[in-house]
C-alpha cells in the first residue's frame, strides 16, 4: 500500500469521530465513580480499548457496506461517511478487513478485560453485542439502516451501548440508576442520527435507505429531534429536582440540556424542505449534541474532583 493508498485508508477510519463515542463512555464511567463506584485508570483504558476497536471497525464497515449507496451521497462534514470508496474502490477489501479485524480486536480485549479483573462475562456479552449490532447496522442480511431500524440503532449504540460500556467497567453492572441516565442519552442519540440524516435525504433515498428522513422529509426530522430533545430536558430536569441521583446533584445537568434544546427548537423554526438551509441547523444541532456531552462530561470531572 502506498502512501497516498495508506492516507485514504487512514481516512475512512474517520478516526475523529470517535470522540462520539470516548464522551459517552467516560460519561458513564464518571457518572458511576460519582455513586461509589472505585476503579482504576488501567481499567478505564482497558475497557475504552475495547469499545473504541469496536466503534473504529463500525467506521470501516458502514463504508464498505454503504459504497454502492454513498455514490449518491455528497458527504458534509456531519454525514455521507467519508467518501474515500467512491474515489478509490481498490479500497474495499481493505475496509472490509480492517473492521473484521477491529471487531476481533474487541473482542480479544474483552476477553482479557473480564479474565483479568474478574468480571462477569456478561460483559463480554454486551461487548460482542455492540461489535454485531455496528456490524448489521449497513451489512445483510439485516442492513438496519435499511429496514427502518436505523434511529433505533444509533439510540442504543450512544445511549445504552458506549455510556453503558463506561458504567459496567467503573461499577461492575448496570443497574437502575444507569438505565435512569440512558433514557435522556437515547433521546440525545435520537437527535444525532435525525440531523444526520437531513443532509443525505436525497443521497439515501437513491441509495436505497430507507431512513425516518427519507420516508417523512427533512421538516418532520427538525420537529422529532426538537421533541427528543424536549423530553431529554425534561427528564433531566425531573431528574434534578427528585434528587434520583443523590449525592450527584443533576442541577447543573438538567441546566447544559438547554443549550442543545435551544438548538433543535431553532432549527426547528427555520425548518426547510431544502437541503442547503436544513444542512445549517443540521450541523448545529450536532454541534450541540456534543457541546451538551462535553459539558457533562467535565461537570463529572469537577465534581469527582471535589469528592
Known sequence: MDTSALREFIRLGRFRFLLSGFIPFTAGALLAFLLGARFTPAQFLIGYAAMAAAHL????????????????????????GSGVLATSPDLKPAAFWAAVALMAVSVLIGYAFVTVYAYPIIFLVFGIAGNLLGWFYTAPPLALAYHKLGEVANM???????PGAGYFVAMGTLDAAFFAFALPLCLYGLVFITSVEIPDMEGDFAGGKRTLVVRK??????????????????????????????????????????????????????????????L????????????????????????????
Open 57 to 80: 471497525s463500525v467506521h470501516y464497515s458502514n463504508d464498505y457496506f454503504d459504497a454502492d449507496a454513498d455514490r449518491f451521497v455528497e458527504p458534509t462534514a456531519i454525514s455521507g
Open 156 to 162: 442504543i449504540t450512544f445511549g445504552l451501548l458506549m
Open 217 to 278: 422529509g427533512r421538516i418532520f426530522g427538525f420537529g422529532l429531534a426538537a421533541l427528543a430533545a424536549t423530553l431529554a430536558t425534561a427528564a433531566l430536569t425531573f431528574f434534578a429536582l427528585t434528587g434520583v441521583f443523590a449525592p450527584v446533584d443533576f442541577r447543573p445537568v438538567a441546566l447544559i440540556s438547554f443549550i442543545p434544546l435551544g438548538i433543535a427548537l431553532w432549527g426547528f423554526s427555520n425548518r426547510s424542505p431544502e437541503r442547503a438551509p436544513a
Open 280 to 307: 445549517r441547523y443540521a450541523t448545529a444541532n450536532i454541534m450541540g449534541y456534543f457541546i451538551f456531552q462535553g459539558l457533562v462530561v467535565l461537570y463529572f470531572v469537577l465534581a469527582a474532583s471535589q469528592a
